[in-house]
C-alpha cells in the first residue's frame, strides 16, 4: 500500500506544489538528543484553510456562493485524510450589521460542518472581529487563542484581530509567555495567527502592530513555525530561525506584498475561474521538525 | 510595530525626516509655532483630502476630525501613527526632509471599505 507521503508527492505531481519547510536538521542538532523526541509520536498531516469572506458579494469571485462549499467538497475528497482541519480567519467578509455578522457565522458554520474530519479549529480575522472585538466570533466558535497539542505538536493559536488596531494585548501576551514557558526549549512549537507577526507590507496594513512581542517571546524556542492568511496568497518568510507561511484564500488573491499601489484584489479570471484560490496540507516531520507544504486548488484544472 | 506608537507620545520621531506631536482636544499645539495648518476629515472609508501637498522643510500641522470611527492615520515610511477620535481633534506635525510621495492609510480595521482608506503625502522640492 502506498504510504502517506509517497502518495503526496504523486499528487503534487498532478497540481498541487510541494514546498519544504522547517530546520532540515537544527532542532536536534541544537538539542543534541535525537532521544529528546518521544518515541510514541508519529507523523501526521493537517490540513489549512483560509480567508474564506462568506458573505462576499462582487466581481473579484463572481462564484462566492459557491467557493468555499466546492473547497469543503475538495477536502472531503483527499485520499488521506487529515488529523484536522484549521481555519485561519477571515471566515466571514464583514458587515457592520451584528445580524447579518451573525447570520453569515451561521451559514459558514453549517457548511464547514460537511467536512467528513473533525476536530475543526477556528480563529477570527478582522473581517470576523474587529467591529465587535470577537463577540460573535466567541457566540459561534469559542474562544479567539487557546493552544492545543497532538501528537507531540503544541500548537498555540494567537489572536491578532479582535483589536481593530491589530494588537495582540498584553494580557495576550503575558498568556503566551506563561505557555511557552511552560515548553521544553526543543518542543514542536507551531503558531496559527491570521496577520503576519512581521511588518510584510506596513502600507497595506499587513503587519502586527505588536508582533514583535510575540516574536520575541517565540524566538528563544528552537523549533516554531508559525502559519498565518490575511493576504490571500502563498508566501514564505523567516525570521531568524522561525519560517512564517500565508496561505491562500478561497475568496480572491490579492497581488504581491507591497507590488502595487492599492491592495485591490486580483481580476477573475473566467477562463480560469478559482485561479490563485485553495487550501494546503501540511505534514509534519517530527524528528527534524519539517513542515512539507503542499498546495491544493479548489477544483482540480 | 508598536514602535510608532511609543514616537507618538515622545514627539522623537524625527529619525526618517518627519516631526510628530499628536495632541486630541486642545486648543492649539504647544510649541506656538506658526505653521501651516492643513484640516483632514476622516470618515469611512476616505480622508479628505487624501492628497496633500507639502514642501521640502516645511512645518505643518494636520488636524483631523474623526466623524464616524476611531481611524488610524499610520504613515509607515516615516514611522508615524495616530489614532484618531472621534468628537476630538487630532493634531500630528510634520516637517518632511526629504522630497518624495510616501502613503497614508488608516490602521484601525474600520469596515468593508478599510481596505481602502488611504491616501498620499507628496513632498515638493
Not at chain 1, 171 to 194: E, Y
Not at chain 2, 88 to 98: F, W
Given at each position: 500500500?502506498?504510504?502517506?507521503r509517497s502518495f503526496l508527492r504523486l499528487s503534487a505531481l498532478g497540481g498541487g506544489a510541494v514546498f519544504m519547510s522547517?530546520?532540515?536538521?537544527?532542532?536536534?542538532?541544537?538539542?543534541?538528543?535525537?532521544?529528546?523526541?518521544?518515541?510514541?509520536?508519529?507523523?501526521?498531516y493537517?490540513?489549512?484553510?483560509?480567508?474564506?469572506?462568506?458573505?462576499?458579494?462582487?466581481?473579484?469571485?463572481?462564484?462566492?456562493?459557491?467557493?468555499?462549499?466546492?473547497?469543503?467538497?475538495?477536502?472531503?475528497?483527499?485520499?488521506?485524510?487529515?488529523?484536522?482541519?484549521?481555519?485561519?480567519?477571515?471566515?466571514?467578509?464583514?458587515?457592520?450589521?451584528?445580524?447579518?455578522?451573525?447570520?453569515?457565522?451561521?451559514?459558514?458554520?453549517?457548511?464547514?460542518?460537511?467536512?467528513?474530519?473533525?476536530?475543526?479549529?477556528?480563529?477570527?480575522?478582522?473581517?470576523?472581529?474587529?467591529?465587535?472585538?470577537?463577540?460573535?466570533?466567541?457566540?459561534?466558535?469559542?474562544?479567539?487563542?487557546?493552544?492545543?497539542?497532538?501528537?507531540?505538536?503544541?500548537?498555540?493559536?494567537?489572536?491578532?484581530?479582535?483589536?481593530?488596531?491589530?494588537?495582540?494585548?498584553?494580557?495576550?501576551?503575558?498568556?503566551?509567555?506563561?505557555?511557552?514557558?511552560?515548553?521544553?526549549?526543543?518542543?514542536?512549537?507551531?503558531?496559527?495567527?491570521?496577520?503576519?507577526?512581521?511588518?510584510?507590507?506596513?502600507?497595506?496594513?499587513?503587519?502586527?502592530?505588536?508582533?514583535?512581542?510575540?516574536?520575541?517571546?517565540?524566538?528563544?524556542?528552537?523549533?516554531?513555525?508559525?502559519?498565518?492568511?490575511?493576504?490571500?496568497?502563498e508566501?514564505h518568510?523567516?525570521?531568524?530561525?522561525?519560517?512564517?507561511?500565508?496561505?491562500?484564500?478561497?475568496?480572491?488573491?490579492?497581488?504581491?506584498?507591497?507590488?502595487?499601489?492599492?491592495?485591490?484584489?486580483?481580476?477573475?479570471?473566467?477562463?480560469?475561474?478559482?485561479?490563485?484560490?485553495?487550501?494546503r496540507e501540511v505534514e509534519?516531520?517530527?524528528?527534524?521538525?519539517e513542515y512539507e507544504i503542499s498546495e491544493f486548488?479548489?477544483?482540480?484544472? | 510595530?508598536?514602535?510608532?506608537?511609543?514616537?507618538?507620545?515622545?514627539?522623537?520621531?524625527?529619525?526618517?525626516?518627519?516631526?510628530?506631536?499628536?495632541?486630541?482636544?486642545?486648543?492649539?499645539?504647544?510649541?506656538?509655532?506658526?505653521?501651516?495648518?492643513?484640516?483632514?476629515?476622516?470618515?469611512?472609508?476616505?480622508?479628505?483630502?487624501?492628497?496633500?501637498?507639502?514642501?521640502?522643510?516645511?512645518?505643518?500641522?494636520?488636524?483631523?476630525?474623526?466623524?464616524?470611527?476611531?481611524?488610524?492615520?499610520?504613515?509607515?515610511?516615516?514611522?508615524?501613527?495616530?489614532?484618531?477620535?472621534?468628537?476630538?481633534?487630532?493634531?500630528?506635525?510634520?516637517?518632511?526632509?526629504?522630497?518624495?510621495?510616501?502613503?497614508?492609510?488608516?490602521?484601525?480595521?474600520?469596515?468593508?471599505?478599510?481596505?481602502?482608506?488611504?491616501?498620499?503625502?507628496?513632498?515638493?522640492?
Amino acid at each position: 500500500m502506498i504510504d502517506r507521503r509517497s502518495f503526496l508527492r504523486l499528487s503534487a505531481l498532478g497540481g498541487g506544489a510541494v514546498f519544504m519547510s522547517g530546520l532540515y536538521g537544527k532542532a536536534l542538532g541544537a538539542t543534541g538528543d535525537q532521544a529528546g523526541m518521544n518515541a510514541s509520536t508519529e507523523d501526521f498531516y493537517f490540513v489549512q484553510m483560509s480567508d474564506s469572506h462568506w458573505g462576499y458579494s462582487g466581481d473579484a469571485n463572481p462564484e462566492a456562493a459557491n467557493t468555499l462549499k466546492k473547497a469543503v467538497a475538495a477536502v472531503n475528497a483527499l485520499e488521506v485524510p487529515p488529523d484536522f482541519i484549521v481555519f485561519t480567519g477571515d471566515l466571514t467578509h464583514t458587515t457592520d450589521d451584528p445580524k447579518e455578522r451573525r447570520k453569515r457565522m451561521s451559514e459558514f458554520r453549517d457548511i464547514v460542518g460537511e467536512l467528513k474530519v473533525k476536530p475543526l479549529h477556528f480563529m477570527p480575522g478582522e473581517h470576523d472581529a474587529s467591529l465587535d472585538n470577537g463577540t460573535a466570533f466567541k457566540e459561534f466558535f469559542g474562544q479567539t487563542h487557546y493552544t492545543f497539542d497532538h501528537k507531540g505538536v503544541h500548537f498555540i493559536v494567537l489572536d491578532n484581530v479582535s483589536d481593530p488596531g491589530a494588537r495582540i494585548g498584553d494580557a495576550q501576551l503575558d498568556w503566551l509567555k506563561t505557555d511557552l514557558s511552560m515548553q521544553p526549549a526543543d518542543a514542536r512549537i507551531v503558531v496559527f495567527t491570521h496577520r503576519p507577526l512581521f511588518d510584510l507590507a506596513p502600507k497595506w496594513d499587513w503587519a502586527t502592530r505588536d508582533g514583535d512581542k510575540a516574536m520575541a517571546l517565540l524566538l528563544p524556542h528552537a523549533n516554531v513555525t508559525v502559519f498565518y492568511g490575511h493576504i490571500h496568497q502563498e508566501h514564505h518568510h523567516q525570521t531568524e530561525h522561525i519560517k512564517h507561511h500565508a496561505a491562500k484564500s478561497l475568496i480572491f488573491p490579492l497581488p504581491a506584498p507591497g507590488s502595487q499601489d492599492k491592495r485591490t484584489p486580483l481580476v477573475w479570471d473566467a477562463a480560469a475561474p478559482y485561479k490563485g484560490l485553495g487550501f494546503r496540507e501540511v505534514e509534519t516531520e517530527l524528528k527534524t521538525a519539517e513542515y512539507e507544504i503542499s498546495e491544493f486548488p479548489v477544483i482540480k484544472s | 510595530m508598536d514602535k510608532s506608537r511609543r514616537r507618538l507620545f515622545s514627539g522623537a520621531a524625527t529619525g526618517l525626516g518627519a516631526l510628530l506631536w499628536a495632541t486630541a482636544g486642545a486648543a492649539t499645539r504647544p510649541t506656538g509655532k506658526k505653521e501651516r495648518v492643513i484640516k483632514v476629515q476622516a470618515k469611512k472609508f476616505v480622508y479628505t483630502p487624501n492628497r496633500i501637498v507639502l514642501k521640502q522643510g516645511e512645518s505643518v500641522v494636520l488636524e483631523f476630525t474623526a466623524l464616524d470611527f476611531m481611524h488610524g492615520f499610520k504613515i509607515p515610511d516615516w514611522n508615524i501613527r495616530a489614532d484618531l477620535m472621534p468628537g476630538q481633534v487630532t493634531r500630528v506635525s510634520l516637517k518632511p526632509d526629504n522630497a518624495g510621495e510616501f502613503d497614508f492609510l488608516c490602521d484601525n480595521f474600520c469596515g468593508t471599505g478599510h481596505e481602502e482608506m488611504s491616501g498620499k503625502i507628496i513632498v515638493t522640492a
